[in-house]
């Protein structure tokens, strides 16, 4: 609860700065920084992937308070190895690799790039160390004052000093980057000193060893997995001019993927974010217990208040995409991209749930395994659609590769915790009363829109299907006691 609070309250300052940002700079200067994430996504695969999830799976198993902290340790000594040969390889190749990218603009941005890159693997670790205490107020907060010193800085700087030059806005969004995650390590490293004050850390050098065993290959699939999707982004606008779009254009579509749509796909894991980091160590603890019903059973509960959630937001975004992309955005493109990347969407945040339960049931291989051949399909597909079908060829590459390797992990999951595959699709039911609740209030929109206008019609529509939906959740769910009122182990 307090995960999923501090989510919507950072989800939403996020979505309200996207749109800030959107109509500021626009759909190229969005573009600009796209080009610069995959860089900064690719060195937080390295840093920040393989060695919090060890830490979190080895911290629940520890015995002692002296052992959790001699993991956490462990964990931050790694971290800080590989920070600084990132940092120092960031820094002198800056300049190659901004032409790599395709447009030397995000030279200013990876300069910056480099200095957040060097601290955002300890605030991961200690996140992760917390996670695993069960204690989940301080990263909380930490999350929130994060976003919302990021919004600051960034709306302040691009008011004042951006003076309308792409270049300059591409590098205030990534210095927000760094700013928000320089008030985060400050933050997480007080509160974890306070949080083990008198407690002394073990030797090492065999938890050491341990951590990164377990985090090398999940830190390889990541890092694959990042080039990968990364490669993506890069690409679009290369294959873009071939199919007739100037540089400046292509840059204008990525942009609106990456920087408008990508956020509303993202709403979603307001709740999965917080499910994940407190469903990875309690599987572990209760797997080792051999207390295996107990995850059966927290499994059915996460998969059905996911789905409760998930179909009601993909919905409404396919829905009120007209309300989206001309009232919020002001970009047409929006209306006629996302319904097709929502369906991706969906299915990325089922395997996002999947992945988790697969690190945490020891399926770490299969789970690498899957998201790597993902992103191969998907690069694959791109390059061979988009010189053809344009910006839908990326579109529907990223939608097929999501839903196709869905079914495998949902089976491999299952499998790992003793799930049956019955029980496991029955959570998928809420995405029957969520179709037919926002199919109405589809219908109720075309009926109004030419009376009230697009903002009052798609406000009455959609919390007229919110109330539908509701209903049907209560009648079907709630009042059968499955879910919050049944005990839960």
């Not at 999923?4 to 996207?18: E, P, Q, S, V, W």
Request: charged share 15%; proline share 4%.
């Amino acid at each position: 609860a307090y995960m999923t609070g501090a989510n919507i309250i950072t989800r939403m300052t996020g979505f309200l700065y996207r749109i800030f940002i959107s109509r500021f700079i626009g759909a190229e200067g969005l573009g600009l920084f796209a080009l610069v994430m995959p860089v900064y996504s690719v060195c937080c695969a390295v840093v920040a992937s393989g060695i919090p999830v060890a830490a979190m799976k080895k911290i629940p198993e520890a015995e002692t308070a002296s052992l959790k902290k001699s993991v956490t340790r462990s964990a931050l000594f790694l971290v800080l190895d590989v920070s600084l040969v990132l940092f120092c390889l960031l820094l002198f190749f800056a300049r190659p690799l901004s032409r790599f990218l395709g447009d030397e603009r995000t030279y200013p941005s990876l300069i910056i790039l480099s200095f957040a890159v060097l601290i955002t693997g300890f605030e991961n670790v200690y996140k992760s160390s917390f996670y695993s205490d069960r204690c989940v107020k301080i990263p909380a907060v930490t999350e929130i004052s994060e976003q919302l010193l990021r919004t600051l800085s960034v709306v302040l700087l691009l008011v004042f000093f951006s003076k309308g030059d792409i270049t300059l806005s591409a590098a205030v969004l990534t210095f927000g980057i760094f700013i928000g995650e320089l008030l985060s390590l400050f933050m997480l490293t007080g509160a974890y000193k306070k949080h083990t004050a008198g407690i002394k850390a073990g030797h090492i050098g065999p938890v050491r060893s341990s951590i990164f065993n377990i985090a090398l290959p999940v830190t390889l699939s990541k890092t694959a997995e990042s080039i990968l999707s990364s490669s993506s982004n890069i690409l679009i606008p290369f294959l873009l001019t071939k199919n007739g779009l100037t540089r400046d254009e292509a840059t204008g579509v990525l942009g609106v993927i990456s920087g408008m749509i990508m956020p509303l796909l993202y709403m979603p894991c307001v709740f999965t974010n917080a499910v994940t980091v407190n469903l990875v160590p309690f599987i572990s603890e209760n797997l080792k217990k051999n207390n295996r019903g107990a995850v059966i059973r927290k499994c059915e509960k996460v998969l059905l208040i996911t789905s409760l959630c998930v179909f009601p937001c993909t919905f409404a975004m396919v829905v009120f995409r007209n309300f989206f992309a001309c009232v919020l955005f002001s970009d047409s493109r929006v209306a006629l991209f996302l319904p097709i990347m929502a369906s991706g969407g969906l299915a990325a945040t089922f395997r996002h749930i999947l992945n988790s339960v697969m690190n945490a049931s020891g399926r770490e291989k299969k789970a690498s395994l899957y998201a790597f051949s993902s992103n191969i399909a998907e690069l694959l597909l791109t390059v061979s659609l988009t010189p053809f079908l344009g910006v839908f060829g990326y579109i529907a590459a990223y939608a097929l590769s999501n839903i196709v390797f869905l079914i495998p992990s949902f089976i491999t999951a299952a499998d790992g915790v003793g799930l049956s595959l019955p029980s496991a699709f029955r959570s998928s039911s809420p995405a029957v009363p969520a179709l037919l609740s926002f199919a109405a209030g589809r219908f109720l929109y075309l009926s109004i829109i030419p009376s009230l206008g697009i903002t009052l019609s798609s406000a009455i529509s959609f919390f007229s299907a919110l109330i539908l939906y509701s209903f049907a959740v209560y009648f079907l769910y709630l009042k059968k006691k499955i879910i919050f009122f049944s005990k839960i182990t």
